[in-house]
């Protein structure tokens, strides 16, 4: 985060800002003020120095960045937990691809963790020219500050032109804090990647006002050009693990005890539904009449080896839980195969399940905007068709 700025040579060391200070934002070290994370820029600090060693950052110019030509390439962010790659960085990677390549740039993967090596040759199987590798014991586990830092530093370093991350929850996070830290704008869950061909810009285009309408962003003036996209958007490449790249270590600096937040442990939260991760899921929408009605959806599931999805006019009603939501502001899924029960097919649904490979729509409503969109249209009662389709279902695949 953007820190007040002490002039080293100014300070006296007469302790007066630190003691003023409501955020514990300054101590004093070799007898000089030094400022830490915690700085908000209230300026509680400006008015009491004596000797006006303390003052604020330069406001950002709303010229944009000055030598925005000289930025160059495609970044990706491969995320990891406890060594493992998500595989939404794939994907990201499979887009960034394309990009860098329209763009006439490399495509860097940025690896940061602790023994990741592994995922550092990964990267450059799924396309990267070159991955920037960082490697230290205090990036063991994703926190906010130590992941900001190295990420800023790299930017200001190579200054690449795009930089993409997964919309998961910690690449939501850093994109934000990445984002502010440089000065940039930040287009987020985007549904959408392309290069401008006249401008060479990025286009990210993204749902806007409750999804009713499909924006497509710029970010003309400021660098890197930063978009985060949900997991499954894209299709994830197959990799190749013959694919020749630069793996590239980089120092981080990084000291534990710089760092506010502690990890101290993680709990497994049980009965967790993964519907970004399934390949079949069976979904029941307001026509399915109640909590109740659900039963018929999950059995489908069940014989199916799916997994049970929801609207939210079903979800809002209190039938089933949000972690099934699919949709806008639910998940983005793409199974291969998507049953829809007594879903009408509003926009913000299509926006979490458009790219399922094989749709099929079940509704009493023969003109039901779904039927528009599924490869398979069963127009009839879902209390007659679905327990059908399981009892079929069942005979031909129980051994
Ligand atoms: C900002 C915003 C975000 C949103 N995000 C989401 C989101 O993430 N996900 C989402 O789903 N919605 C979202 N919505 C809500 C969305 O606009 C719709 O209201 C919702 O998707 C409707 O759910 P539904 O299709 O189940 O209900 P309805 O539109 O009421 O459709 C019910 C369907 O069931 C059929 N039906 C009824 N009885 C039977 C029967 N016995 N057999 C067969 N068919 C039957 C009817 O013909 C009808 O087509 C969002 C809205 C806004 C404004």
Redesign the pocket.
């Known amino acids: 985060m953007a820190t007040i700025v002490i002039d080293r040579e100014q300070c006296i060391g007469c302790g007066a800002c630190v003691d003023v200070c409501p955020f514990a934002a300054l101590s004093l070290e070799d007898g000089v003020a030094v400022v830490n994370e915690q700085c908000t820029l209230c300026r509680a600090c400006l008015d009491v120095c004596p000797v006006n060693a303390i003052s604020l950052p330069e406001p950002v110019s709303q010229a944009g960045t000055p030598d925005r030509a000289s930025y160059r390439g495609v970044w990706v962010w491969v995320e990891q937990f406890r060594g493992e790659p998500r595989g939404v960085s794939w994907e990201m990677m499979g887009e960034g691809r394309k990009l860098a390549d329209r763009r006439n740039a490399p495509l860097t993967a940025c690896v940061l963790g602790h023994g990741v090596e592994a995922i550092a040759r990964q990267a450059v199987a799924y396309g990267a020219d070159r991955v920037l590798w960082a490697d230290d014991p205090v990036l063991a586990v994703y926190r906010t500050a130590p992941y900001t830092r190295v990420l800023v530093d790299l930017v200001r370093r190579h200054k690449p032109e795009i930089v993409l991350l997964g919309a998961s929850l910690r690449g939501r996070d850093l994109a934000g804090s990445v984002a502010s830290e440089l000065h940039t704008g930040l287009t987020a869950d985007c549904t959408g990647l392309e290069i401008d061909p006249e401008s060479g810009l990025l286009r990210q285009t993204r749902p806007a006002f ?2 009713n309408i499909l924006a497509t962003i710029l970010c003309p003036n400021f660098r890197p050009q930063m978009a985060t996209v949900r997991h499954r958007v894209f299709e994830m490449p197959a990799p190749d693990p013959g694919r020749r790249g630069e793996i590239i270590p980089v120092g981080t600096e990084l000291r534990e005890e710089e760092i506010a937040v502690r990890v101290l442990d993680f709990v497994v939260e049980h009965g967790q539904v993964d519907l970004a991760a399934a390949r079949i899921i069976v979904s029941g ?3 399915v009449g109640g909590e109740k009605g659900f039963g018929i959806i999950r059995e489908l599931a069940d014989v199916l080896g799916g997994a049970v999805g929801a ?4 979800v809002d009603a209190g039938w089933i839980a949000y972690e099934h ?6 998940r983005t899924v793409r199974p291969d195969l998507y049953i829809a029960c ?5 926009i ?2 299509l926006a ?1 399940m458009s790219t399922s490979r094989v749709i099929v729509a ?4 023969p003109e ?1 905007p779904l039927f528009r969109m599924a490869d398979f249209g069963i127009a009839g ?3 007659e068709v679905v327990p059908a389709l399981t009892a079929e279902f069942r005979k031909r695949l129980t051994p």
């Open positions: 409750g999804g929408g307001r026509g609207s939210r006019a079903a939501q699919v949709g806008q502001t639910g007594g879903i009408s097919g509003s913000q649904h979490g079940i509704n009493k409503d039901a009662d879902l209390f």
